[in-house]
């Protein structure tokens, strides 16, 4: 494969990454304008809120069947346009079913479209021989800065869902279709390809640790995401505009450090830089607990992102170097474990809240995300610096 062609395909991939994280940020942020438009109560959103991982897990596991009859490329370049589709058919309707049904869609598809995703960014990590999975994280990241951008400004002036959504996709899913013409895999035709697709073994029991640790990593997320802005306002006393700004340093700080962890992982390894961001992300937490005002609770969420940031993608190359001859299988099967964490962070740390105090429900995922510490050896020996078990030699790097 040649070196032009590895360039392309990885760009492609970062674009659809990015196409992503603008999708992604578009719906979440919206969330109250979503109720307000379809009349959904406050007892039947959790309901809607807890479908959409709910059938994203369902659709990575279909995705694990789907790719060893087709490439991951091939669902990839369908996956993303269906859920570009779905998100213009929350914002374009108007009865309750009608929200059902497209945001079923859209779960359904953003399971086949993560899992595929990330199966194409750990296959062109092994062609590269080199770490370059944070780099298509943090093109996902910089999508969301963007999408939550376009969305404070729907908010701001007023628009509707549907005007908010549509030069959006009028925008992306072409770029993103003709971007997938690029889309190239690490290994070509032929050469042990065909025995991954037919889905090699896979060991649930040395997936388990890499799968705990995703769980964990994403109720983190979910903590920052659904409760950073009410912990800094009822707790911390802040005001409600001040309120706001946590997650979006904690969205600036992930892409930064992301933008940035490619190095570390090529210079330290990948189980230090995991031990690192687990070490941050635990005292990110333990700040926000004991954290006496706003502006020392923002310290803890700034700490938090730039821990957090580098465990995802990490967790991902990882299941790809532990099974290199069935990656898209373990691929897709620890991407389920993005929801699960998904699903039970923000419930956890409200309940948490609710019986005993924010501050004491902060220490729960700080104990989660520390305890990554213990499974890091899962990704992969001291030694590693940006490959697996098929590193190659800096001189061949690509791009």
Known sequence: ??????????ASLA????????????LVTRIPAIQDRYGISDGLLPVFLAAVPILAGMGSVITEKVVARVRPRVVLRWAQPVVLLALLGVGAGSELWQAAVALGVFGLSVGALDASMNMMGVSLQRAYGRSIMLGFHAAYSLGGIAGASMAWAGAHWDLTLLVSYLPAVVLLLPAAFIGSRWYVEGKAEGDGQGAERQGGSVSFKLLMPLCLVMSFAYIGDSTVS?????????VLGSSEQLSTVPYNVYMVTTLLGRAVGDFGVRRFGAVAVVRFGSVLAAAGFAVVAVASGAWIGMLGFTMLGLGLCVIVPQTFAAAGRMFPGASDTAIARLNVFNYVGFLVGSPLVGALGDAWSYRGAMLVPMALVLATLAYAKSFGSESARYGGGHERPRTVDVG
């Open 1 to 10: 494969m040649t070196d032009a062609r590895l360039r392309h395909g990885r």
């Open 15 to 26: 674009l659809s990454f990015f196409v992503q994280g603008v999708t992604f940020a578009l």
């Open 226 to 234: 659904n409760w950073s802005a009410k912990y800094l306002q009822d």
